[in-house]
């Protein structure tokens, strides 16, 4: 048994039900879930026969945060010349050929040097999705990578089904049989899902979007997912185009779409859903359907702003996701905190200053992801809580001057890394180094996958 005691926290962001924000701050941690939170001298005592204690003076001290969406092998294909001024539909077509050279070496390195850049950015569960397997391609690539670094997982088996004879958007050569598609989404249910609380590991069932995979698959998927008590991931209503694809394909706009084929429920989070309409979101709030919302990829893409305001108005679960690093091309979560923030407030014009606050803001990142994923057990630092925290040091010049609401620091002003990150009760980042990968030779391999992707060797 493991007794680690954090203490002397500048400000310590609980998150919890209230918002508790407690001065000098601390936490006692067994083994991997929370003991106890509160005010430095009131824990010292029972903290004596700590195994660690770490001095958080000058740290903001918070939840760790959810990742809710992304693609970690884009961290491969980032800033393609040709990929770097386009559009949705016309992106994925620079990028469908490049990614058909992918092999499962570069898989599991550009999934650590992924989960490495959001662990340093604050993250401490993260989806992935994956859904293009060329070249013997699986998804145990990638959970090797997880297990290596230590981040809490939730990778989704994602797919492609119909290439472009079929009148999908991706290349024939990319794309996957149904049956063997469904096959292998079982196998990794069954060899890797892990319900139990604190839980490391489940997997989620995930085809990739409506325009490239079938509707069968889409409801064979929700009906593989629901037999095994797995949540479903897609991406929805992302730009004008994909909604104009829907209704013509199918008749329906995204949302409807989505219901008609077994979408929505408190199992099913979509990412995007920029153009989620009025009835779209009163659907997800009533159905309890979560959204990832990506406010970098949104913008990068030209894709438009989502109505963040009016879902979190109307009861929706709201997390936030990096999304692949080729549309990004950051995988740095504070920074989507903060861009989510600013984002809301030019929506509409004339703007509203006031549309997202930097609390809410985090709010999203921690709980809210939390819930869009499922999770119980993470997002707010209280008793019986996985013990998944990060801080933040506030000697920086970014911080300068902003140390009256250092909480709302972390989101106004530039974007920091951690300092510190503990993953189920775990140091994962000690002092700003990643305790369990050696990141330089990681980083050299990637770039030479990369260069790989980019030259087409
Ligand atoms: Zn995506």
Request: aromatic content about 6%; proline content about 5%; charged content about 20%.
């Given at each position: 048994?493991?007794?680690?005691?954090?203490?002397?926290?500048?400000?310590?962001?609980?998150?919890?039900?209230?918002?508790?924000?407690?001065?000098?701050g601390?936490?006692?941690?067994?083994?991997?879930?929370?003991?106890?939170?509160?005010?430095?001298?009131?824990?010292?005592?029972?903290?004596?026969?700590?195994?660690?204690?770490?001095?958080?003076?000058?740290h903001?001290?918070?939840?760790?945060?959810?990742?809710?969406?992304?693609?970690?092998?884009?961290?491969?294909?980032?800033?393609?010349?040709?990929?770097?001024?386009?559009?949705?539909?016309?992106?994925?077509?620079?990028?469908?050929?490049?990614?058909?050279?992918?092999?499962?070496?570069?898989?599991?390195?550009?999934?650590?040097t992924?989960?490495?850049?959001?662990?340093?950015?604050?993250?401490?569960?993260?989806?992935?999705?994956?859904?293009?397997?060329?070249n013997g391609?699986?998804?145990?690539?990638?959970?090797?990578?997880?297990?290596?670094?230590?981040?809490?997982?939730?990778?989704?088996?994602?797919?492609?089904?119909?290439?472009?004879?079929?009148?999908?958007?991706p290349?024939d050569?990319?794309?996957?049989?149904?049956?063997?598609?469904?096959?292998?989404?079982?196998?990794?249910?069954?060899?890797?899902?892990?319900?139990?609380?604190?839980?490391m590991?489940?997997?989620?069932?995930?085809?990739c979007?409506p325009?490239?995979?079938?509707?069968?698959?889409?409801?064979e998927?929700?009906?593989?997912?629901?037999?095994?008590?797995?949540?479903?991931?897609t991406?929805?209503?992302?730009?004008?185009?994909?909604?104009?694809?829907?209704?013509?394909?199918?008749?329906?706009?995204?949302?409807?779409?989505?219901?008609?084929?077994?979408?929505?429920?408190?199992?099913?989070?979509?990412?995007?859903?920029?153009?989620?309409?009025?009835?779209?979101?009163?659907?997800?709030?009533?159905?309890?359907?979560?959204?990832a919302?990506?406010?970098?990829?949104?913008?990068?893409?030209?894709?438009?702003?989502?109505?963040?305001?009016?879902?979190?108005?109307?009861?929706?679960?709201?997390?936030?996701?990096?999304?692949?690093?080729?549309?990004n091309d950051?995988?740095?979560?504070?920074?989507?905190?903060?861009?989510?923030?600013?984002?809301?407030?030019?929506?509409?014009?004339?703007?509203?200053?006031?549309?997202?606050?930097?609390?809410?803001?985090?709010?999203?990142?921690t709980?809210?992801?939390?819930?869009?994923l499922?999770?119980?057990?993470?997002?707010?630092?209280?008793?019986?809580?996985a013990?998944?925290?990060?801080?933040?040091?506030?000697?920086?010049?970014?911080?300068?001057?902003?140390?009256h609401?250092?909480?709302?620091?972390?989101?106004?002003?530039?974007?920091?890394?951690?300092?510190?990150s503990?993953?189920?009760?775990?140091?994962?980042?000690?002092?700003?180094?990643?305790?369990?990968?050696?990141?330089?030779?990681?980083?050299?391999l990637?770039?030479?996958?990369?260069?790989?992707?980019?030259?087409?060797?």
């Amino acid at each position: 048994m493991t007794k680690i005691f954090l203490k002397n926290a500048y400000v310590l962001a609980t998150f919890d039900d209230e918002g508790r924000e407690i001065s000098d701050g601390a936490v006692i941690i067994r083994d991997n879930v929370i003991e106890a939170v509160g005010p430095t001298a009131q824990l010292a005592p029972a903290a004596l026969d700590a195994d660690e204690v770490i001095d958080l003076s000058d740290h903001v001290l918070m939840p760790g945060m959810v990742n809710t969406h992304h693609h970690m092998y884009q961290s491969l294909t980032r800033v393609i010349p040709g990929g770097q001024n386009a559009e949705l539909f016309d992106w994925l077509r620079t990028l469908y050929p490049m990614w058909a050279r992918l092999t499962p070496e570069m898989i599991t390195t550009s999934a650590l040097t992924a989960m490495a850049e959001l662990i340093l950015s604050g993250c401490t569960t993260a989806t992935d999705h994956l859904y293009i397997y060329p070249n013997g391609i699986r998804l145990d690539d990638e959970i090797q990578a997880a297990q290596e670094i230590g981040i809490r997982f939730h990778p989704t088996r994602g797919s492609m089904s119909m290439g472009e004879s079929s009148g999908g958007l991706p290349p024939d050569r990319v794309v996957e049989r149904e049956p063997d598609i469904l096959k292998e989404t079982q196998r990794l249910i069954e060899t890797y899902h892990d319900p139990s609380p604190y839980s490391m590991l489940k997997i989620a069932v995930a085809p990739c979007s409506p325009f490239s995979v079938t509707q069968d698959l889409m409801r064979e998927s929700a009906s593989l997912a629901r037999s095994y008590g797995v949540r479903l991931h897609t991406h929805l209503a992302e730009t004008v185009g994909d909604v104009a694809y829907s209704k013509e394909k199918f008749g329906l706009e995204p949302a409807a779409y989505a219901e008609d084929v077994g979408w929505v429920g408190h199992d099913v989070w979509h990412a995007h859903c920029v153009c989620l309409s009025k009835g779209g979101i009163d659907l997800f709030a009533r159905t309890g359907t979560g959204v990832a919302h990506c406010p970098s990829s949104n913008m990068r893409l030209a894709s438009g702003i989502a109505p963040v305001r009016q879902m979190i108005d109307a009861g929706v679960k709201v997390g936030l996701g990096v999304d692949g690093s080729a549309s990004n091309d950051s995988g740095h979560l504070l920074a989507e905190a903060r861009l989510a923030l600013l984002l809301q407030r030019v929506k509409d014009m004339p703007g509203n200053p006031a549309a997202l606050t930097a609390r809410e803001a985090l709010r999203i990142a921690t709980r809210g992801g939390a819930a869009a994923l499922g999770y119980t057990e993470i997002g707010q630092l209280t008793p019986g809580m996985a013990a998944d925290m990060v801080a933040f040091d506030l000697n920086q010049v970014g911080f300068a001057g902003a140390l009256h609401d250092p909480l709302a620091a972390l989101v106004f002003c530039a974007s920091a890394q951690v300092n510190y990150s503990l993953i189920n009760g775990r140091v994962i980042v000690r002092e700003g180094h990643l305790t369990t990968v050696d990141l330089g030779p990681v980083l050299r391999l990637h770039n030479h996958y990369a260069r790989q992707l980019f030259r087409g060797e």
